[in-house]
């Protein structure tokens, strides 16, 4: 596994197939697995949060998870050619869990979002167990969350908080936390619910999903602007590192 530094923050050249590989690894080792999402507005955004980029820099995977990623570093002779996307990775996860009998916890969405996940899980994979789940509006303190999650020891922990109260929480919590498989998943639990419908078929084979999430939630509209911007500060940054060396 190779890294490669867009705008100063670490991103993995990885396929799905290496990562749900590693999977077996880990697990059987008790070894830790941190997988997180790269993409333009994170790379734009982390320098802002300290514990977000320290979270990035430690993990284990990280994952171009955002056209624009691929395209910079095709721009600039890297080796990340296709993108990986957070959401179908944590439905590959979620098929290496069911297949192979482990457990899951989820934590974030909305109560009513959590619960039809978790209804639509049971059907989908019958031998998953799920371990527990809580949702991002709890009452509970920091330290009873991860008090709850360590008691049942999950083998997945997927946490759906955004961007960046997820990375935030992670990096604070992932050296106490008792599981091995850790992902930020962002709105896959909106997705996983029937709560948001994912991108049609066609703008996810032209890798124009981030556009049809865009253009569907007036919120997100302000990102279509932060592609060329991260574009342009991306290839600047390169052209400053080359020349320093």
Do not use: C
Request: proline letters at 4%; charged letters at 25%; zero cysteines.
């Amino acid at each position: 596994m190779t890294e490669e530094l867009i705008n100063g923050i670490p991103v993995d050249h990885l396929s799905y197939e290496q990562i749900v590989s590693d999977l077996s690894e880990y697990l059987k080792k008790q070894q830790q697995m941190t997988v997180t999402s790269i993409n333009p507005q994170i790379v734009i955004e982390a320098q802002k949060y300290p514990e977000v980029e320290e979270y990035i820099k430690e993990s284990t995977h990280r994952i171009p998870d955002g056209i624009g990623i691929v395209l910079v570093s095709q721009l600039t002779g890297g080796k990340i050619k296709d993108r990986i996307a957070g959401f179908d990775l944590m439905k590959q996860f979620l098929d290496y869990a069911n297949h192979h009998k482990k457990s899951a916890f989820f934590y974030g969405a909305k109560p009513e979002v959590l619960k039809d996940m978790l209804n639509n899980l049971a059907i989908e994979y019958p031998d998953l167990v799920i371990s527990g789940a809580i949702d991002g509006f709890t009452k509970l303190s920091e330290d009873e969350v991860v008090k709850k999650i360590n008691q049942v020891k999950p083998d997945f922990l997927f946490v759906a908080m955004g961007f960046p109260k997820q990375e935030q929480w992670l990096f604070r919590n992932k050296g106490v936390l008792e599981a091995s498989i850790l992902q930020d998943v962002g709105g896959s639990f909106d997705v996983l619910s029937g709560h948001v419908k994912r991108a049609p078929q066609l703008y996810i084979k032209l890798h124009l999903e981030w556009l049809y999430r865009s253009l569907s939630n007036p919120k997100r509209i302000g990102r279509i602007l932060q592609l060329p911007l991260f574009v342009i500060r991306s290839l600047w940054w390169k052209f400053r590192e080359e020349r320093s060396n």
